[in-house]
C-alpha cells in the first residue's frame, strides 16, 4: 500500500511540477512573441488533456507500480472494476 502511495504521490508531483514550469513561463515574461505564445498556450492545453484524462492511467507511477504490486487475480480484478466505473468516461 505504502508503495502505491508514493506513486501516486510522484504522479501528481510530476503533474504540478510541470504547471508550475507553465506558469513561470507566463509569470516571468519569457514569452516574447506570438509564437511563444502559441507553443506556450499549446503546452497548457496538453496539460489540461491529461488532467481531465486519467492522471493514474497507462504510463503513470502508479500504474506501474500497481501491476508489480498485485497479484494476477488481484490485477484483473481491478482492471474489471476499472471498466465498469470508468465506463461513462470513455463514451
Known amino acids: 500500500m ?3 502511495l508514493i506513486a501516486g504521490h ?3 508531483k510530476r ?3 510541470r504547471a508550475d514550469e507553465l506558469k513561470a513561463i507566463f509569470v ?5 512573441d506570438q509564437n511563444d505564445f502559441v507553443d506556450w498556450a499549446k503546452r497548457v492545453m496538453q496539460l ?3 488532467r481531465d484524462a ?3 492511467g497507462t504510463g503513470s507511477l502508479f500504474a506501474k507500480t500497481l501491476k508489480k504490486t498485485l497479484s ?3 490485477f484483473f480484478n481491478y482492471c474489471q472494476w476499472r471498466r465498469l466505473t470508468h465506463a461513462d468516461e470513455s463514451s
Open 28 to 32: 516571468n515574461g519569457t514569452i516574447q
Open 2 to 4: 505504502q508503495k502505491l
Open 54 to 56: 486519467d492522471q493514474f
Open 72 to 74: 494476477r487475480d488481484q
Open 15 to 17: 503533474f504540478l511540477d
Open 48 to 50: 489540461r488533456g491529461e
Open 10 to 12: 510522484g504522479d501528481v
